[in-house]
Nanobody, 114 residues
Framework: QVTLVESGGGTVQPGGSLKLSCVAS????????LRWVRQPPGKNLEWVSG????????SYAASVRGRFTISRDNAKNTVYLEMNDLRPEDTAVYYC???????RGQGTRVTVSS
């Protein structure tokens, strides 16, 4: 059974930082591309960042490039999203996904507000 469990969300002021984690189980972690997506209040899901199995290929949405960093630790079956210089428009529920078969975690909420 594939599971993805996100954590690390919270409320921060603009300019603050958070680091999200996603722990995976039920599959050979190192073999799969994973990505972070987010859903702002009242809006559709949007892609944030992706990382391939060995961590050598990484991509970001233009809106987060230079502020967010995706990484993974294949020994810990964990993918991370480090978020810096957070803005109110980053407020959303953040999900970890294995997109090949549309597996998604339960999400972790990030609120950026003064």
């Amino acid at each position: 059974q594939v599971t993805l469990v996100e954590s690390g969300g919270g409320t921060v002021q603009p300019g603050g930082s958070l680091k999200l984690s996603c722990v995976a189980s039920g599959f050979t972690f190192r073999n799969y591309l994973l990505r972070w997506v987010r859903q702002p209040p009242g809006k559709n899901l949007e892609w944030v960042s992706g990382i391939n199995g060995d961590g050598r290929s990484i991509s970001y949405a233009a809106s987060v490039r230079g502020r967010f960093t995706i990484s993974r630790d294949n020994a810990k079956n964990t993918v991370y999203l480090e978020m810096n210089d957070l803005r109110p428009e980053d407020t959303a529920v953040y999900y970890c996904e294995r997109p090949d078969e549309n597996y998604r975690g339960q999400g972790t909420r990030v609120t950026v507000s003064s």
